[in-house]
């Protein structure tokens, strides 16, 4: 695998936690760092699957966004007075 090297710049105290998570993990803090990198671009594009499959969605059903949010209204004013 062909790697780079970059220069990123923490907050010292950012950084005290980075090192001291990954030696809680027996990693490196490049590793530690690469993991959550990944971690956070894998969440990011089930988000972003997540927001197509409701656009497609409202789209397929000829919802407005002003109906989704009258529904989420309802919803939770239900919700509410259940509580």
Do not use: P
């Amino acid at each position: 695998m062909q790697t780079s090297t970059v220069n990123i710049a923490f907050q010292k105290d950012l950084l005290k936690e980075i090192d001291k998570a990954a030696k809680n993990e027996f990693r490196s803090r490049s590793e530690f760092i690469r993991e959550a990198a990944r971690l956070y671009l894998d969440r990011r594009k089930r988000w972003d699957d997540i927001f197509s499959l409701g656009d497609k969605q409202r789209t397929d059903l000829g919802l407005k966004e002003e109906d989704i949010e009258a529904e989420i209204k309802k919803h939770r004013a239900k919700k509410k007075t259940r509580h």
